[in-house]
């Protein structure tokens, strides 16, 4: 009886992400096809690349998940050391199985999204009711930056879905595959090797010292050997560092910039600091700031990780629109919302189900949106 419940807690956000998904991408192939041919316009510019045969993949496909599978496919060459391996490395793996790269990247993508929804249900009957569990569980897949970067070819889908494990394993006191998921999460995006620190600061806390090497080496061993693949392979350790600089053009992110104007002109200099950035992100960061503070309430340890990878995204990042895609997938922000009445949620999600099918239009055929 309690497993089949738990069945259905589990069936049922996975259900309504793949309708989505599927409903979404049947209404974004009609509106992308004008005079019987189906174009995008990441299509346009780069027609050789996905087989003609398989051109529904381009609605999964823009923006830097094109650099993903081209490295599966070639390997590495600057600037693409910039994107780290964890997702490039399973494309490979899987693209050699089935014998179709595109089309692995697409499997992929949408087994670890599945995969992040499933443990983040987990994650969250830790420290929720099962129907509140169920419930914020629905809001965090349908929230239209999270299913959207799920659905398309990013690493998002491997770092939620991988550092969601790393946690929810250590709960179980399964430190060594915590650990190996924490060590996937490293090498999907560098600030992932932070959900380290809740265990590290839980095993000094509880003085299991003798633990300690397992998610301080692990993690280690796999970071040690992206940097002698980076050593060998293009002559610096360091190499994904100096492509990142590529991409931001050489400049520090915003954060740094917004210190550095301080520090010199004081807060007269910030509104010239400051007018260059989009206005209409900074509600949505307070929202995002508020549910990071709300973890203090649900977990401290979890509090630690979710302030100290928004702090460190703050300060780096460059294209201030992403901070709306890289919080959203700070996974214990969603662990703070207790809703428990069922018709709130219903309400919220048909609300976010067509925002999330519009957010993917403008992706794959509009603009930059994270």
Known sequence: MVTNLRLRLLGLPVAV???????GAFWLYQVLTVNG?????????????????????????????????LIAIQGYSHPEYAYLPGFPVLIFFVGRLIGDYWFGAFVVTQVFAVGSI???????????????????????SAFPF?????TLGYSEPVFLCSTLLAWYFYKRAKIGPASLAAALAAVTRGYGVLIILPMVLDLVRTRRYEKLAYPLIVPATFIFGWL??????????????????????????????IAQTLSRDGLRGLISCCSGLDPTIF????????LVTLTWEVDRLLFVYAAAVSGLLLVATTYSLSL???FAF????????RVKNSVIVTICIALLIPMTIVVWLYTVAVTFVG
Request: aromatic share 18%.
């Open 330 to 337: 700070i996974f214990p922000i969603w662990l703070s919302l």
């Open 37 to 69: 041919r189906f174009e995008t316009p990441w299509m346009q510019a780069n027609p050789s690349l996905i087989p003609s045969n398989e051109s529904w993949l381009w609605l999964f496909n823009a923006f830097d998940s094109l650099h993903f599978t």
């Open 283 to 290: 509600w949505m960061l307070a929202a995002f700031a508020i």
């Open 324 to 326: 709306l895609r890289f």
């Open 228 to 257: 002698l693949y980076c050593y060998f392979s293009a002559g610096e350790a360091l190499a994904s560092w100096t492509d990142q600089k590529y991409w931001q053009h050489g400049g520090p992110g915003d954060g740094i910039k």
């Open 146 to 150: 999270v299913s959207v970067f799920t």
């Open 118 to 140: 499933v443990a983040f249900q987990m994650v969250a009957e830790q420290y929720l009711p099962a129907r509140e569990a169920l419930h914020a569980t629905l809001l965090m």
């Open 17 to 23: 992400a793949a309708a989505v998904r599927v409903l």
